[in-house]
């Protein structure tokens, strides 16, 4: 028998109601009909042949409109967000294009303010000069209502967590509101995974990924995803897909789904080394403030504990430095297995300071006043061992306050 049936044991799993990492494994993963090969081959075929006109050998054409490694990340994933369709794109802000790309001319939408730098240059600088108007809020829970415009208003666009303070927004509170004028609620999750996070299951209508992040997670491909259960937005987004062409290869598919394999694994160590590492920054003289949504001190921790698998905090966090921006930039300088890089979601943990890097093109009053403060230091963390993890926080710190000539107790 060809594909990927696991027998039920007791009648207590079917294919549906498998767990998550049993689906990560297996969901668009059948093994090859012709060879039993167990992994897939990478089609990289751009055009399929026809034996008569229109009537293609097998399901594919031409390899823009679909090919079969696309088709099997695009399956796993709509299996792990628990949507009926997922679409894939050659990057997470293709993604975000095609998304705003499907509204109408004079089509408005509420974001929350701190958005993916990215995400922010689109709707502002790209969306804008296509008639499609964004109003960011800083607490969308509270006005998202007044922010509606009737008849015009057709998205609102959340990422919890935020990037880099970590704030969290409730989605199911956001898909209330927005459901009760028609308006469809996007959620970037890039930040927690799926396996963390499920955005639909909390009344969101799509959620996105940066599939550069988490779910490839090694740090090598560059790819976006959308997933939902809506016939009508497969019609129209899968239209985009095809018609704009921000696809991905599907070489980057196969390894893409090949790093999604593990993805549970991955993401519950990375949430093992980050709240490690925020307890740990937390009881430090040196830091002003932590923002991780995995511990109690988080002003949000009910909202992670509603909405996250196990409360979970996932590998991101930040912290305040003592000493001003040159702690911050010495800590980055002194760490020796957190590398000092942008992106994040890779095996290999990373650290930077958003003022200076990526959130350096927000003006400096903007910036503060959505607590992105010049000392601050954002850490994506890994799967090394934990020790090694803390012990490499704790020294960086100490160097780098020590050389700002910062001593205890003084801000
Ligand atoms: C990286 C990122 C994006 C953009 O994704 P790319 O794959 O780099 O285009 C969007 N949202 C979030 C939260 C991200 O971290």
Known sequence: MVGTEIPAQNGASTPQDRRFGTLAV???????????????????????????????????????????????FEQAIAALEHAKYALAFSSGSATTAVILQSLAAGSHVVSVSDVYGGTHRYF???????????????????????????????????????????????????????????????????????????????????????????????SDVLMGVAAFNSDSLKERLGFLQNAIGAVPSPFDCWLAHRGLKTLHLRAREATTNATAVAKALEASPHVIAVNYPGIDSHPQRAIAIKQHRQGMGGGMLSFRIKGGQEAAHLFCK??????????????????????????????????????????????????????????????????????????????
């Open 124 to 218: 502002t600088k790209v969306a804008s000069a296509h008639g499609v108007h964004v109003t960011f809020s800083p607490c969308i829970e509270l006005d998202v209502e007044e922010l509606i415009r009737p008849n015009e208003t057709k998205l609102v666009w959340i990422e919890s967590p935020s990037n880099p303070t970590l704030g969290l927004v409730d989605i199911e509170k956001i898909a209330a509101v927005a459901h009760r004028h028609g308006i469809l609620v996007v959620v970037d999750n890039t930040f927690l995974s799926p396996y963390v996070q499920n955005p639909l299951d909390h009344g969101a209508d799509i959620v996105v990924h940066s599939v550069t992040k988490y779910i490839n997670g090694h």
């Open 334 to 411: 002194y760490t020796k297995v957190f590398t000092l890089a942008e992106s994040l979601g890779g095996v290999e943990s990373l650290c930077e300071v958003p003022s200076s890097m990526t959130h350096a093109g927000i003006p400096k009053d903007q910036r503060e006043a959505a607590g992105v403060f010049d000392d601050l230091v954002r850490m994506s963390c890994g799967v090394e061992d934990v020790e090694d993890l803390l012990a490499d926080t704790l020294q960086a710190l100490d160097k780098a306050v020590a050389a700002t000539k910062v001593g205890n107790g003084t801000a």
């Open 26 to 72: 297996h969901a668009g993963a059948p093994h090859d009909p012709t060879t039993g090969a167990v992994i897939a081959p990478i089609s990289l075929s751009t055009t399929f042949a026809q034996t008569s006109v229109g009537n293609p050998v097998g399901l594919y054409e031409y390899t823009r409109s679909s090919n079969p490694n696309r088709d099997h």
